[in-house]
């Protein structure tokens, strides 16, 4: 029998590498897929090449090491579209987005997936610290062994339909033992310390400023104000502040001070001395994912969830709305709930489904 073909998104890290290397010991035929996401604009922070892009060398250098086939796909109008649009969309109505969670769902299973099939694949692996499993007939995403390196909150708008196609072979490693197999097979990436939002780092740090020469302003100047009304002082842009940020506000009330909520019609930005008044124990979300069967108007179920990146889970009911929409109550208030981003729910280990908080 001919071996089931995979694509590896192949970034150049030691994940993904790792990763193809895993999947190839295991009988599968690999090829690996490196994705260029950004258009190559004169508003970059440098110019850009992909041919010298060092990730693209990184995972070419694998892939030779490996005998394996590689691609550099061209996704930037996709990813435009998708990831960068939204993001400026979310600023501009006073949303603070996540763009790891557009780009998981609408590029790496969506665009990446696509052209994985085209080129003749089962299925598409990545180096996420997740991990898949058969629940009842159905592909189950589950969190990585790897407790400070699991992604699975960024996956949870990867939909049934496309999860049933994923392989995630690090899911069941930690760090430490990817790092030493990379090592033991003379990657050049063995030892490359973690990026950390790579897909925006050719902009420069402020990707925000990039997203306003792109695609025109996104948010309006105004006060930080108490919640009494008292002017504290002005403000050239909400889109650089989000809800519970304590530094970097510049006012004084002579104690800590926090957003605690942006105005985007008026443009002030409510801030209080008082942390608590920063929480909140009922959420609304749109946009919903939920996993394994369908869930209908009416239906209520308990979970636990969280609503930012390795926050602890919090004991929840789960309301299921009309139009995509859901309400969840968590048994204590949970600090700095913060609409653009996303609430994700679990029933231990398994994710149960999630969406973006309004």
């Known amino acids: 029998m001919a071996k089931q073909r995979v694509a590896v998104g192949m970034s150049g890290g030691v994940d993904s590498s790792v990763a193809a290397l895993l999947l190839q010991e295991q009988g599968y035929e690999v090829f690996g897929v490196t994705l260029r996401v950004l258009p190559p604009l004169a508003e970059a922070s440098r110019a850009y090449d992909p041919e010298k892009d060092e990730s693209v060398l990184k995972a070419r250098s694998v892939a030779d090491r490996l005998g394996i086939e590689h691609h550099m796909a061209v996704c930037d109008d996709a990813f435009t579209e998708r990831v960068l649009k939204r993001c400026h969309n979310d600023f501009s109505r006073a949303r603070t987005p996540n763009p790891c969670c557009y780009c998981n769902r609408y590029i790496k299973f969506g665009w990446m997936m696509d052209f994985a099939l085209e080129h003749g694949a089962d299925f598409l692996a990545t180096g996420h610290y997740v991990q898949m499993k058969d629940v009842d007939g159905a592909r189950r995403l589950f969190k990585g062994l790897d407790v400070g390196k699991d992604q699975s909150y960024f996956l949870f708008g990867v939909p049934d339909e496309s999860r049933a196609r994923v392989l995630t072979p690090l ?121 394994g069967g369908a869930v209908k108007p009416g239906d209520v179920f308990r979970c636990e969830g969280m609503v930012r990146y390795r926050q602890r889970p919090v004991s929840c009911e789960v309301s299921i709305l009309e139009d995509g929409k859901a309400i969840a109550r968590f048994m204590e208030p949970l600090f700095a709930v913060t609409p653009g981003q996303c609430a994700v729910f679990y029933d231990g280990d398994m994710v149960v489904g999630g969406g973006w908080i309004v």
């Not at 304590?246 to 942390?275: Q, S, Y």
């Open 171 to 291: 899911g069941g490693f930690v760090k430490s033992q990817v790092r030493e197999i990379a090592a033991q097979h003379g990657f050049v990436n063995a030892s490359a310390s973690d990026s950390q939002d790579i897909c925006f780092d050719i902009y420069g740090e402020d990707y925000t400023n990039f997203l306003t020469d792109r695609y025109g302003q996104m948010t309006r100047g105004g006060n930080f104000v108490t919640e009494e009304g008292k002017v504290l002082r002005k403000h050239d842009g909400f889109h650089r502040y989000t809800v519970g940020q304590r530094k970097g506000l510049g006012v004084a009330l002579g104690v800590p001070a926090f957003v605690r909520n942006v105005n985007p019609e008026t443009g002030d930005i409510v801030v209080t001395a008082d942390k608590a008044a920063v929480s909140a124990d009922m959420v609304q979300i749109e946009n919903c994912v939920w996993h």
